[in-house]
């Protein structure tokens, strides 16, 4: 399987301002997703894609990297990343590049290795469905069948649709919520279903002691302290 892997590095960014070349724990946040690609076995090549030239050069100072100048009406906060993807498969078809799969790696996840990243792509390979997602376990008190919703008449209806409250936490079932580390999906389902997902949808644990999904100045200051203790 010719799988690759794509950073989506906008230059913008509301929360951490300018945070994919914010210098965190010394170098910049996009250096630990680009390095943990290029160190992985099972990606066959590793593409950036940015609006921004200082990013755009910083990737370029790494090798066996390709750098993509993303259009800026893809750069936008309401821009969807499905696009990106497609814009970054259809240019690299252009010189005669075709993959079976992306793998998609946000910067904002500076924690994930690159044998989670394989360990991804081999359990994609042996599941065969559409795509695979990392998923972090939903805590209990957050479980969809203790969830509820208003309703027009100001009362609580259970989000999962049923009737009964399941009233046992050890009758609960798992339940897990996408973490964002790591998306991987076939090249057709993205190409001719304008999706990430396709109707199977395969999943991979990560690790919540040595996971961040850096959102805001509060994560940032988390993945500080993470990364110290881990030594990155």
Same mark, same amino acid.
């Given at each position: 399987m010719k799988v690759l892997g794509? +950073?989506?590095?906008? *230059? *913008?960014?509301? *929360? /951490?301002?300018k945070k994919n070349s914010k210098l965190l724990a010394g170098k910049p946040l996009i250096s630990y997703t680009i390095e943990a690609a290029l160190h992985s076995n =099972? %990606?066959?090549?590793v593409l950036v894609s940015s609006d921004d030239d200082a990013l755009l050069a910083l990737a370029k100072s790494f090798q066996s990297l /390709? /750098? %993509?100048?993303?259009?800026? @009406? %893809?750069a936008t906060d309401e821009s969807p990343t499905i =696009?990106?993807?497609? &814009?970054? =498969?259809e240019s690299l078809k252009s010189e005669g590049k075709e993959y079976d799969a992306i793998c998609l790696l946000q910067p904002t996840n500076p924690l994930r290795t690159s044998n989670f990243i394989d360990a991804a792509i081999l359990k994609f390979k042996q599941t065969n469905t559409d795509s695979l997602l990392s998923v972090l376990? /939903?805590? &209990? @008190?957050y479980n969809p069948h203790w969830v509820f919703e208003s309703t027009k008449a100001n009362t609580l209806k259970l989000s999962t649709g049923e009737s009964q409250i +399941?009233?046992?936490? @050890?009758e609960l079932p798992t339940c897990y919520f996408r973490d964002g580390a790591i998306y991987l999906t076939r090249t057709n389902i993205v190409l001719n279903e304008h999706s990430l997902y396709g109707t199977s949808i395969s999943y991979i644990k990560s690790d919540p002691a040595s996971h961040i999904n850096i959102d805001n100045m509060e994560d940032w200051e988390q993945a500080e302290s993470l990364l110290q203790k881990k030594n990155f």
């Open positions: 794509i +950073i989506p590095a906008r *230059g *913008g960014s509301k *929360g /951490v301002p =099972l %990606l066959t090549d /390709v /750098v %993509l100048k993303r259009p800026s @009406q %893809l =696009l990106t993807v497609k &814009h970054a =498969l376990e /939903v805590p &209990h @008190q +399941i009233t046992r936490r @050890q």
